[in-house]
């Protein structure tokens, strides 16, 4: 268990070292200079060398990289070319904003997806489970953006139930940032996001829960716990659904991957202010240290997934013994 | 006669099913009787695909979506199971009739504690708290010889043998009437195969449950049983006490298994039947076994023999053969391996 | 190749859903090819009327089938002419997508050993990567056209076929024919591309349904995010468009079809990858 353990850690650390690295020189080799937009061409050329020395920008690339390391280490992630301030300042709302739009969502899609799913490979071949199927792979065809606009179009624009978007009423911000996710006006806006990430998150779990549960129910174990005159509903969710949800497991940390990753999109439409957006907003402002630190967090929520998903299998499937 | 006739346990009467194969009826059992006293053993012998699985099935109540009892009846104490509600046959399945079931290693979940799988059996029908129902499963583990501590393994934490053992101590959890046994030892190795069945031989006898024992194999019946059911394509062709049986089948195809077993009592080498079992989705209206059989006229083509008396001085002895009353003559050439290939479909 | 490929069709025709899925895939492809042919305005055709004034924002009409767009574009033109887009797209990338996958997946599997272990923790990594995010990132870098986005979504989508061609081929590896193949002194480029290659054809097949599904939404959700290639009118930056004007309340006629489109045509994509998968390998789990 600690081997498996110690192994793990090690292979997310390499992934994320390895994407820092990349993220790194990728900014820095690849065409077109990101810093213009902070430092201008017209200045006069000492200016401009000031300005450099003040972003670091004058030391050479490896320096460069190592002192970006270093910093990283005390999760100082420079300084916005935008507002000028440190990124670490306001990066750590923003992650917190996405969090509590992609991880509640996400759970709770995940099970609604997997109970539903059960049921209906429990129910095979019945009409409801053909529209359900045909439904959800409509659903996860579907541009989430798109759902998103519909949804506001509807719910916000035409029956005017719910903000049209943001985290907060403009004006209502309260002092105390935490004091925030405890408003109802917060709720209010969370609302919408919710809902439409819940139906296109719930596609995956459902469609995958069904499947395998068609072939969970064939087997052996399932007749038997039937003949010794178990209770339907108790095969259904003690033997047919724990058997199940191995591979639910697995793709767990695909399935985090995604939502964290897809929260740019979803969190475009709604002007949710997490990192998503942040990310978005800085590309467009060539803002790189925040588009960086955006990024770097936003991977490692997604490697932090796959890990604790990983931790989760060796849970489920006493088989697998952690080597 | 009546004075040494026992109880009656079960009763399977005219019972006929099939199975829906894309749309298609499949036979699977046709005209199927018999009956089990209390504390029997009965063998029921036939190649995979006769519808000895389908037969189990249908007496546990756990039948495929696909297949369908169109005839008959399975009576249980004179109370029919098919006539019985759903939660009705919930609760009398495991707690009247058990079943030992043919691969240990799939039929345990893999997921669970081989002690959890069977005190869940006991709490499915005995209103008892977990440390009741574990107490009992302490002592099942004892009464088959497997260590009580090992209750909280898994099943792939187990050999084969030990799953096996655990198997048959799910089925005696609540004590039933009667254990169906399905191929309760085939993957295991011969040494402990013969340990199982001693033990499973002296369960029975200590506490008088009566089994039906379904195999291929016709010596196991030979050695455990004392009546026989021999069946072919989803029908009974021959039944009796299984040593009459043995030593003087009335049915081709009892002949057939019969001499394809080594005896070394004898100077005859073993045959094998040529031919395979027929197609049950076509309609057969004659003999089941007429393609393959060295006896067979052209009246067995057309016409479904009967499952009557063979001797008349013994009524619990009945085939299904136009020419059971050849065979007291003609047995011995059955012996012959060219004598099968005389077959209408082999020759 | 060429007969795994016809067999495809075939197989995914056998199946109801399959062969709505066919129909409707090649209904949308033809609008792909003819589109642009068939439709009455160019993509960013301004459309006046008699007395000149520009078409804003008009509703559905029998002129306008869906109506037009803020700039008075004829929404039904640019849903014709951004079929093609999509689709090239999606093809394009599904195919390199799987062209290095197979290719990463066969390496990996029949070398093993220290090739096999940096390929899958290449592969590792890349699953890691927040897969929007990292093109965005990428297409920030290298300007915005039709091949940087295909590059980009190739850089990255390769990962899932990597995987599941390389447990194929470890199973593969030890099957009679290879060991045959090796004592006859095939090269190992003759066994990974003559004998191993044709067998994990049925996979690629799969994984390209699953790509292009893939590559149409993402496509579409570069589009939205505004990293789109801004000469290009494809269903994406029709939404995007829409939403940047804020006139969607205004003009629901302009968002609902490019949606729809994009639901209609990625669905028909998956019921074909599904409708073949369940024949050819029931074990292989739907992976994005």
């Given at each position: 268990m600690r081997r498996f353990l110690v192994k793990r850690l090690w292979h997310a650390?390499?992934?994320?070292?390895?994407?820092?690295?990349?993220?790194?020189?990728?900014?820095?080799?690849?065409?077109?200079?990101?810093?213009?937009?902070?430092?201008?061409?017209?200045?006069?050329?000492?200016?401009?060398?000031?300005?450099?020395?003040?972003?670091?920008?004058?030391?050479?690339?490896?320096?460069?990289?190592?002192?970006?390391?270093?910093?990283?280490?005390?999760?100082?992630?420079?300084?916005?070319?935008?507002?000028?301030?440190?990124?670490?300042?306001?990066?750590?709302?923003?992650?917190?904003?996405?969090?509590?739009?992609?991880?509640?969502?996400?759970i709770f899609a995940y099970f609604l997806g997997a109970l539903v799913g059960a049921y209906m490979a429990w129910r095979r071949g019945s009409k409801a489970e053909g529209l359900l199927v045909l439904l959800a792979t409509a659903l996860q065809s579907t541009p989430v953006f798109w759902l998103g606009m519909l949804a506001i179009l509807f719910?916000?624009?035409?029956?005017?139930?719910?903000?049209?978007?943001?985290?907060?009423?403009p004006g209502k911000f309260p002092q105390a940032t935490w004091q925030m996710y405890f408003s109802l006006d917060f709720l209010h806006h969370l609302a919408l996001p919710f809902m439409v990430n819940v139906a296109y998150q719930f596609c995956f779990p459902f469609l995958l829960m069904r499947s395998t549960m068609l072939s969970t129910i064939g087997e052996d174990y399932i007749e038997l716990a039937r003949m010794k005159g178990v209770p339907e509903n108790k095969i259904l969710y003690h033997h047919a659904m724990r058997n199940s949800l191995l591979p639910l497991a697995t793709t767990l940390p695909m399935i985090l991957g995604w939502a964290v990753a897809g929260s740019v999109v979803i969190e475009t439409v709604f002007s949710w202010p997490g990192l998503g957006l942040l990310m978005v907003e800085a590309v467009g402002r060539s803002d790189y240290p925040v588009v960086q630190a955006s990024f770097l967090l936003i991977a490692v929520l997604t490697v932090g997934g796959t890990l604790l998903a990983d931790l989760m299998y060796g849970l489920l499937d006493p088989r697998i013994s952690y080597k | 006669m009546?004075?040494?006739?026992?109880?009656?346990?079960?009763?399977?009467?005219?019972?006929?099913?099939?199975?829906?194969?894309?749309?298609?009826p499949v036979s699977a059992l046709q005209d199927v009787n018999f009956s089990i006293q209390k504390g029997e053993r009965v063998g029921l012998v036939g190649e995979s695909g006769c519808g000895k699985s389908t037969l189990l099935k249908a007496i546990m109540g756990v039948l495929a979506p696909n297949a369908q009892i169109t005839r008959g009846a399975i009576k249980l104490h004179e109370g029919d199971l098919l006539q019985a509600s759903p939660e009705q046959r919930r609760q009398s399945r495991w707690n009247d009739i058990a079943m030992i079931t043919q691969s240990a290693l799939n039929a345990l979940n893999p997921v669970h504690k081989i002690g959890d799988q069977i005190i869940e059996a006991i709490q499915s029908h005995r209103d008892v708290d977990r440390q009741q129902a574990r107490t009992r499963a302490t002592e099942l583990f004892e009464l088959v010889g497997v260590p009580p501590q090992r209750?909280?393994?898994?099943?792939?934490?187990?050999?084969?043998?030990?799953?096996?053992?655990?198997?048959?101590?799910?089925?005696?959890?609540?004590?039933?009437?009667?254990?169906?046994?399905?191929?309760?030892?085939?993957?295991?190795?011969?040494?402990?195969?013969?340990?199982?069945?001693?033990?499973?031989?002296?369960?029975?006898?200590?506490?008088?449950?009566?089994?039906?024992?379904?195999?291929?194999?016709?010596?196991?019946?030979?050695?455990?049983?004392s009546r026989i059911i021999v069946m072919y394509a989803g029908m009974i062709v021959e039944t009796g006490p299984t040593h009459e049986v043995v030593r003087r089948p009335f049915h081709p195809y009892t002949a057939g298994l019969r001499y394809a077993i080594p005896d070394p009592s004898t100077k005859y080498e073993p045959i094998s039947i040529p031919g395979a079992p027929p197609d049950l989705s076509q309609q057969i209206n004659g003999c089941r076994f007429a393609p393959r059989c060295p006896l067979a006229t052209s009246k067995c083509e057309l016409e479904m023999p009967p499952l009557v008396s063979s001797l008349a001085s013994d009524a619990a002895r009945q085939t299904r053969c136009h020419h059971a009353d050849q065979m007291d003559q003609s047995r011995d050439r059955f012996h012959d391996q060219s004598f099968w290939q005389t077959a209408k479909t082999t020759s | 190749m060429l007969r795994t490929f016809l067999n495809f069709f075939s197989i995914v025709w056998r199946s109801y859903a399959g062969k709505i899925s066919l129909i409707v895939f090649t209904i949308c492809m033809s609008l792909a090819v003819l589109g642009p042919i068939a439709a009455p305005y160019g993509p960013t055709e301004r459309v006046y009327d008699a007395a000149g004034n520009l078409v804003r924002l008009a509703p559905p009409s029998w002129d306008h089938w869906l109506g037009t767009t803020l700039l008075g574009r004829d929404v039904w033109s640019q849903m014709l002419w951004g079929a093609r887009p999509a689709l090239t797209i999606g093809l394009l990338t599904a195919l390199g997508t799987v062209v290095i996958g197979v290719n990463v997946g066969l390496l990996a599997g029949y070398l093993g050993g220290a090739v096999d272990s940096f390929l899958m923790r290449l592969t590792d990594i890349f699953l890691g990567l927040p897969f929007l995010p990292f093109i965005i990132v990428l297409l920030s870098l290298t300007g915005q056209n039709i091949?940087?986005?295909?590059?980009?979504?190739?850089?990255?989508?390769?990962?899932?076929?990597?995987?599941?061609?390389?447990?194929?081929?470890?199973?593969?590896?030890?099957?009679?024919?290879?060991?045959?193949?090796?004592?006859?002194?095939?090269?190992?480029?003759?066994?990974?591309?003559?004998?191993?290659?044709?067998?994990?054809?049925?996979?690629?097949?799969?994984?390209?349904?699953?790509?292009?599904?893939?590559?149409?939404?993402?496509?579409?959700?570069?589009?939205?995010?505004?990293?789109?290639?801004?000469?290009?009118?494809?269903?994406?930056?029709?939404?995007?468009?829409?939403?940047?004007?804020?006139?969607?309340?205004?003009?629901?006629?302009?968002?609902?079809?490019?949606?729809?489109?994009?639901?209609?045509?990625?669905?028909?994509?998956?019921?074909?990858?599904?409708?073949?998968?369940?024949?050819?390998?029931?074990?292989?789990?739907?992976?994005?």
């Open positions: 650390a390499l992934t994320l070292f390895v994407m820092i690295t990349g993220m790194f020189f990728m900014f820095r080799l690849l065409p077109g200079d990101p810093t213009a937009t902070v430092i201008s061409p017209a200045l006069y050329p000492k200016a401009q060398a000031a300005l450099k020395a003040q972003f670091g920008l004058d030391q050479p690339l490896w320096m460069q990289y190592f002192i970006y390391l270093k910093n990283l280490t005390v999760f100082d992630f420079g300084v916005s070319f935008h507002t000028l301030r440190p990124v670490a300042g306001e990066i750590g709302n923003r992650m917190v904003n996405t969090l509590v739009l992609i991880l509640p969502s996400m719910f916000s624009l035409k029956l005017d139930l719910f903000p049209v978007g943001h985290i907060v009423s | 009546a004075n040494n006739q026992k109880e009656i346990l079960l009763e399977i009467k005219n019972l006929d099913a099939h199975y829906n194969v894309d749309g298609q209750l909280d393994d898994f099943p792939h934490q187990f050999s084969g043998g030990m799953r096996q053992r655990a198997v048959i101590a799910m089925a005696l959890a609540l004590s039933p009437e009667i254990v169906l046994a399905d191929e309760p030892t085939t993957a295991l190795d011969v040494i402990v195969q013969d340990q199982i069945f001693e033990r499973l031989d002296l369960l029975q006898k200590e506490q008088a449950f009566s089994m039906i024992l379904v195999t291929h194999d016709l010596a196991l019946v030979v050695e455990s049983c | 091949w940087t986005i295909i590059l980009a979504m190739m850089a990255v989508m390769w990962r899932s076929t990597a995987r599941i061609v390389r447990a194929e081929v470890l199973s593969l590896r030890e099957r009679q024919f290879i060991a045959a193949a090796r004592t006859t002194g095939a090269s190992d480029f003759d066994i990974i591309y003559r004998e191993i290659a044709p067998n994990v054809m049925p996979f690629a097949l799969v994984g390209i349904t699953f790509a292009l599904a893939w590559a149409i939404i993402t496509e579409a959700s570069i589009g939205f995010l505004g990293f789109g290639d801004p000469n290009v009118v494809s269903w994406g930056s029709i939404i995007y468009d829409a939403y940047a004007s804020q006139m969607m309340y205004r003009a629901p006629w302009w968002v609902v079809p490019p949606g729809i489109a994009i639901m209609i045509l990625v669905t028909s994509v998956y019921f074909m990858g599904r409708a073949y998968e369940e024949v050819v390998n029931p074990r292989i789990k739907q992976a994005g």
